[in-house]
T-cell receptor, first 114, second 110 residues
Framework: GENVEQHPSTLSVQEGDSAVIKCTYSDSASNYFPWYKQELGKRPQLIIDIRSNVGEKKDQRIAVTLNKTAKHFSLHITETQPEDSAVYFC?????????????FGIGTKLQVIP | DGGITQSPKYLFRKEGQNVTLSCEQNLNHDAMYWYRQDPGQGLRLIYYSQIVNDFQKGDIAEGYSVSREKKESFPLTVTSAQKNPTAFYLCATLNQETQYFGPGTRLLVL
């Protein structure tokens, strides 16, 4: 099955600096890579995603890059703000026996220091 | 996400007791999932269902059971065989590769 590794597990940055979270996946059949943000005690929310036929995608201060050859993808947050503080999960989606499965990384707790 | 409801928000289980967590959706999505979330361990898949009357075990299915009698509903039962059930449980649907989560149920053992 798919295995997704995510690092770092915790990340502290000063407000205004950039934050980068990296993930690797094992199954070359995975073709969709979403990123979720989870604030304390709340549900994960999709913030950005990328498909395997795209190398980079940006949405305001958030960007995601994908290197299919190396099987890794990264989340970049620029000009960080205190409200960016949360746990971020990467995921890889693939089909297994007719079912679609989502495998999540372990999560990165991001703290933005004012 | 407002189309997925989970109840109760908090649930207390006594030792040896089976408890059932509810998950209902009005998004008309076919696929539904149950995840368990523990601190520092991310989201782990318990069960998933692609269609009514069909479901598959995920990575940590032992001690859990599910049913899918209606498209809208995917309840999870935590049985007495699950020796460490304390966790945050998230129900989700999947539509066109995007996962949508419910608000979660926090299960605590008395």
């Amino acid at each position: 099955g798919e295995n997704v590794e995510q690092h770092p597990s915790t990340l502290s940055v000063q407000e205004g600096d950039s934050a980068v979270i990296k993930c690797t996946y094992s199954d070359s059949a995975s073709n969709y890579f979403p990123w979720y943000k989870q604030e304390l005690g709340k549900r994960p929310q999709l913030i950005i995603d990328i498909r395997s036929n795209v190398g980079e995608k940006k949405d305001q201060r958030i960007a995601v890059t994908l290197n299919k050859t190396a099987k890794h993808f990264s989340l970049h947050i620029t000009e960080t703000q205190p409200e960016d503080s949360a746990v971020y999960f990467c995921a890889a989606t693939f089909r297994s026996g007719g079912y679609q499965k989502v495998t999540f990384g372990i999560g990165t707790k991001l703290q933005v220091i004012p | 996400d407002g189309g997925i409801t989970q109840s109760p928000k908090y649930l207390f289980r006594k030792e040896g007791q089976n408890v059932t967590l509810s998950c209902e959706q009005n998004l008309n999505h076919d696929a539904m999932y149950w995840y368990r979330q523990d601190p520092g361990q991310g989201l782990r898949l318990i069960y998933y269902s692609q269609i009514v009357n069909d479901f598959q075990k995920g990575d940590i299915a032992e001690g859990y059971s599910v049913s899918r009698e209606k498209k809208e509903s995917f309840p999870l039962t935590v049985t007495s065989a699950q020796k460490n059930p304390t966790a945050f449980y998230l129900c989700a649907t999947l539509n066109q590769e995007t996962q949508y989560f419910g608000p979660g149920t926090r299960l605590l053992v008395l």
